[in-house]
């Protein structure tokens, strides 16, 4: 028996490429929880993520004679997660459709400014329900365009530098820094306006 | 009802559906008020309107108490606002004292001690939007893994095979042969490259995959094995008391069958004909089992080797008895050289993976892959100890060629290098 554990992600990926078997199990395994969870936060909803969660794993699958293995496994995998998602979504937004429940903001001109010391984002151990405040993030994200929520979500689910994140997804480093200031204000505001609505809900 | 309340202009699909209510004629001028060319211009001139605005309401609370007045409305602003709240949000700017932060976090590993002191509070409302983003995504439903796991691999499998069907060219009775006889031999020689450097990849693709579906097979079993046991004072699934001269005629009566005491957990109901079926095995039956059936109908059939039970049987758990010991295997191939009158390798592997190894579901419910058929303490798992030392004495006694030795007089063929 293979002793998964002890082995890298491009070691168990070329053990799959010699034809070992659970090894490409093993991967599945060994990434499905933050994939999934990638992926729930990119399209939305459970089901949805799991379809795009079976094609990437297919897609990795079916081009795995192309992966360089000296590089690393991760962030190709999240790569093509993300691209996937994004097709996904595409597929999706053919018609624009746009929750009526969803949180109104008055708009204002040109760009404005948020202060992240303004905005109330909970600890991971303050006292909150945590289905809720699952449920309002994923509002709040859902607030966002898709190349915003991607950078966001790229960068917090695989730590990944500035560097790493425009060479994955293949932009300057510029827009990179640029898109993630966006991202992270975009979600404070979205945020804010929905743990306020569902407040003022309560 | 008046007559002027009747209905006025109804399609024919309408009027078929006689079970959905209708509206008055005074309520539909209401909304036709509301959703008119100037909805702006709507104001509220009686208790009916107010009824109609007060039922379109309860489909959307929040408008309602955002705009605090249900005496106008007007749905396309309301719309528009939110397309708009969900795609300016880009217009919004971090503070620079936020940026720096965050830039600060993010080439720092992720770590808010790492930041600049006074830019740590910053630093860590960053982290705990990650933090938050991360977090907790449905917790509860995750723990699905096996599931999807297994979905996936059978959705890959299900390509291949997809993949496969569509190089099968001598299932396709589509090709007209309406083109010139060259160009047919062109495409035929190009496909035929293509299929020559496409197989091989496709080939390792499917066994990788199959041997996910029979890993999972192993786990059908190990929970087959439970559930039997569980209601069979803790025995083994035994489909007789002992065998006669054989064990191995698959097919014939339980008592010369070793294979029938594995079927007794599919004549239980503990496991279906899928569970324990190989996918690599392309005889392995499946589909709804006999109801009368105590075996497979033949060794081809069957895609595991059960371990051979002992007269009374043996039980899942005994003080005492390791729990290392390999209760289940991919199908032993020395079984199928004996039946067919081959002489045995004994260090062979299974023909499930194409000899690459075999799956072994051991006693205490662990299930794991070898690429040798020798387990610890050099017990070769096709074979009984008693043939294993006979094998052995046999080899030491032959030794191996030094390079010393010559044939045995003229009549002794004899070659070497």
């Given at each position: 028996m293979s002793d998964w554990q002890s082995q890298s992600d491009e070691q168990v990926f070329e053990a799959f490429l010699r034809d070992e078997p659970d090894a490409y199990r093993e991967l599945i395994e060994r990434h499905h929880d933050d994939l999934l969870r990638f992926l729930t936060r990119m399209v939305g909803d459970r089901a949805a993520a799991e379809d795009v969660f079976q094609e990437t794993f297919l897609q990795i699958h079916i081009s795995a004679a192309t992966f360089d293995t000296s590089r690393r496994f991760r962030p190709w995998l999240f790569t093509i997660a993300a691209n996937k998602a994004r097709d996904m979504l595409r597929k999706k937004n053919r018609r624009k459709t746009v929750e009526l429940s969803a949180p109104i903001r008055k708009s204002e001109p040109g760009a404005s400014f948020i202060d992240l010391l303004e905005v109330d984002v909970p600890s991971p151990d303050a006292a909150m329900d945590l289905a809720l405040r699952?449920?309002?993030?994923?509002?709040?994200?859902?607030?966002?365009?898709?190349?915003?929520?991607?950078?966001l979500l790229l960068a917090?689910?695989?730590?990944?530098?500035?560097?790493?994140?425009?060479?994955?997804?293949?932009?300057?480093?510029?827009?990179?820094?640029?898109?993630?200031?966006?991202?992270?204000?975009?979600?404070?505001?979205?945020?804010?306006?929905?743990?306020?609505?569902?407040?003022?809900?309560? | 009802m008046s007559n002027q309340d009747q209905p006025q202009d109804h399609s024919p699909s309408e009027e078929k559906n006689v079970n959905l209510p209708e509206l008055s004629a005074q309520d539909r001028a209401v909304l036709d008020r509301v959703f008119g060319d100037d909805p702006e211009a709507f104001v509220v001139e009686s208790d009916r309107d107010d009824a109609v605005l007060n039922l379109l309401n309860l489909l959307d609370s929040p408008v309602a108490s955002e705009l605090q007045r249900p005496s106008r409305i007007n749905l396309i602003q309301i719309l528009a606002a939110r397309l708009e709240s969900s795609t300016d949000l880009g217009n919004l700017q971090l503070s620079q004292e936020d940026q720096q932060a965050l830039d600060q976090y993010i080439n720092q590993g992720y770590e808010v001690d790492r930041v600049d002191p006074d830019l740590q509070s910053r630093a860590e409302k960053c982290a705990r939007i990650g933090e938050s983003i991360i977090g907790s995504t449905s917790v509860s439903s995750i723990n699905t893994s096996s599931d999807l796991v297994s979905r996936t691999l059978s959705t890959i499998q299900a390509h291949i095979d997809q993949e496969e069907a569509a190089m099968d060219f001598s299932n396709s009775n589509q090709w007209a042969l309406s083109g010139r006889w060259a160009d047919l031999v062109s495409i035929a020689a190009m496909l035929l490259i293509v299929a020559s450097i496409a197989l091989p990849i496709m080939s390792g693709v499917r066994s990788n995959a199959q041997q996910g579906l029979c890993f999972d097979n192993m786990h059908a079993a190990a929970n087959a094995f439970g559930l039997?046991?569980?209601?069979?004072?803790?025995?083994?699934?035994?489909?007789?008391?002992?065998?006669?001269?054989t064990w191995m005629d698959v097919g014939s009566t339980p008592e010369r069958s070793n294979s029938s005491n594995l079927f007794t957990l599919i004549r239980t109901h503990n496991a279906n004909l899928e569970d324990l079926a190989c996918p690599s095995n392309p005889n392995a039956a499946v589909g709804q089992a006999?109801?009368?059936?105590?075996?497979?109908?033949?060794?081809?059939?069957?895609s595991y080797s059960y371990r051979i039970m002992p007269p009374g049987g043996m039980r899942a758990t005994a003080a005492g008895q390791p729990v290392r010991v390999v209760l289940l295997a991919d199908r032993s191939p020395v079984i199928l050289r004996v039946a067919s009158g081959r002489p045995i390798i004994p260090e062979e592997n299974s023909p499930n993976h194409k000899g690459k190894g075999q799956h072994m579901l051991m006693l205490d419910g662990g299930t794991q892959w070898t690429t040798s058929p020798i387990i610890n303490s050099q017990d070769n798992i096709w074979l009984p100890r008693p043939i294993e030392q006979v094998i052995h004495q046999v080899r030491s006694k032959l030794g191996i060629i030094t390079g010393t030795e010559l044939p045995d007089g003229p009549t002794d063929a004899f070659v070497g290098p």
């Open positions: 699952d449920e309002q993030v994923q509002q709040a994200l859902d607030q966002l365009g898709p190349a915003l929520r991607e950078v917090y689910f695989q730590r990944l530098s500035y560097a790493q994140i425009a060479e994955d997804l293949g932009i300057p480093l510029g827009t990179v820094k640029s898109r993630m200031h966006s991202a992270v204000a975009a979600f404070a505001r979205s945020w804010q306006v929905v743990s306020k609505s569902s407040d003022q809900a309560d | 039997y046991a569980g209601s069979n004072r803790d025995m083994l699934p035994m489909a007789t008391a002992g065998f006669g001269p006999d109801p009368d059936a105590w075996d497979w109908r033949s060794l081809q059939e069957v």
